[in-house]
């Protein structure tokens, strides 16, 4: 019996040290494991966005690591004094800086310390020589400003059905306010430099084509570049386009909508949409998303494909960060419709003062007023960036979208 009890004790001694040795052990690994991935997700990237580019550094300038989808979640682990950049770690453990105006957090931002790496240093270089662009050659341009997405075969498919219902292949329209139709810039409107043969393509050469395509063919008054809208005017938020007016002007019926107008008498096969500078004083969120849904929707219906774009960031004391929530709508809207978005706002935010003039509202004018010369000193301004913007999108979504 003495004997037995001697090894029930040997044995319990054993087992008592290998279960010690699995503690240690156990502890030991996650003493290894980065830090990053003992800490919970605190943040992701918002439902509305197209894609979030997460950057090397915080600045629109920086190199972009990838590019993350919808919903996708993140640990943030520093910022930028203003909270406009995040520092954050992703699930396939990359870390880099992606904008806070599309990300979702679960914590206040308060409580992450402030990075370090708040600057990004670019450096100059001496490009060696190109050669001359040719008008048949495909090149990239030196800087997409455009953010430019939903360019699918969902349009392409719009575009058929606008063609058998006889709308014109070569013609666009401008649907929006004083920022599309030029009132605030009235010596050079919006795209009108372009259809003026009044323009300098600069290091954008591969753009020649796209112009030359739309310029060929009258869309009421002009080429579709210089044509006047009849859906674009000074002071108009969105639901302005889809309501009939008490005296409608000439060629107009009574009883139609300035939307419905244009489209009737031009007959474009696309369509360049912004609204939503003046919808921030006149209309609420709810009201803004109901009439860009019928904008998009008798775009849609009429076969015309809805370039539809962000409206630039707002200064003004009575519309200080509330561009951002009506661009949400914009960019859900086109993800919803699955039509071609330019991210109008995104390339402001890469220029002196947000690419706006002194009021805060409207873009900036190079003094020279030669917004569609596309020159390294003139595309710091914003109306000159609206123009290339356009030009850009324009040309991805004819190549892609508006043939046969």
Request: hydrophobic share 40%; charged share 15%.
């Amino acid at each position: 019996m003495s004997c037995l009890k001697k090894i029930l004790n040997y044995n319990h001694c054993i087992m008592i040290k290998f279960l010690r040795v699995i503690i240690i052990f156990t502890f030991a690994l996650l003493a290894a494991q980065p830090v990053e991935a003992q800490q919970a997700y605190n943040a992701s990237v918002s439902s509305v966005v197209a894609g979030l580019r997460l950057r090397a550094a915080p600045s629109e300038l920086a190199a972009i690591i990838t590019v993350l989808a919808p919903n996708t979640q993140l640990r943030i682990i520093g910022r930028t004094n203003d909270n406009g950049w995040l520092e954050v770690i992703t699930p396939s453990n990359q870390r880099g800086w992606v904008g806070r105006t599309w990300v979702t957090t679960q914590i206040s931002l308060s409580t992450i310390p402030v990075s370090t790496q708040t600057q990004i240093v670019i450096p100059t270089a001496t490009p060696s020589p190109a050669p001359a662009p040719t008008i048949t050659t495909i090149s990239v341009p030196p800087k997409e400003f455009a953010v430019v997405s939903g360019v699918s075969q969902n349009a392409h498919q719009i575009f058929l059905r606008g063609q058998q219902l006889g709308n014109r292949a070569d013609v666009f329209s401008k649907v929006g306010d004083s920022i599309t139709s030029g009132t605030y810039a009235p010596d050079s409107p919006f795209l009108v430099p372009i259809g003026n043969r009044k323009y300098n393509l600069d290091q954008y050469g591969n753009l020649q084509n796209v112009i030359d395509y739309f310029s060929k063919t009258k869309a009421r008054d002009a080429n579709s570049f210089s044509n006047t809208s009849l859906a674009a005017r000074a002071g108009w938020a969105s639901w302005m386009a889809m309501t009939i007016p008490k005296y409608p002007t000439s060629p107009c019926n009574k009883d139609e909508t300035p939307l419905a107008c244009e489209y009737r008498i031009v007959k474009p096969s696309a369509a360049i949409i912004m609204f939503g500078t003046n919808d921030v004083r006149l209309s609420s969120l709810a009201t803004y998303e109901k009439y860009m849904r019928l904008i998009l929707e008798a775009s849609i219906q009429n076969g015309i494909v809805p370039i539809v774009s962000t409206v630039p960031p707002i200064k003004a004391a009575w519309g200080v960060s509330r561009a951002e929530q009506y661009n949400t709508i914009v960019i859900k809207l086109a993800r919803e419709y699955d039509v071609p978005l330019l991210d109008y706002y995104s390339a402001m935010k890469t220029l002196p003062n947000d690419g706006l003039a002194a009021d805060g509202v409207h873009p900036s004018l190079p003094p020279t007023l030669q917004t569609a010369f596309f020159t390294q000193k003139n595309i710091q301004y914003g109306y000159t960036i609206r123009n290339l913007t356009a030009l850009q999108v324009l040309d991805k979504v004819w190549r892609e979208a508006l043939t046969p």
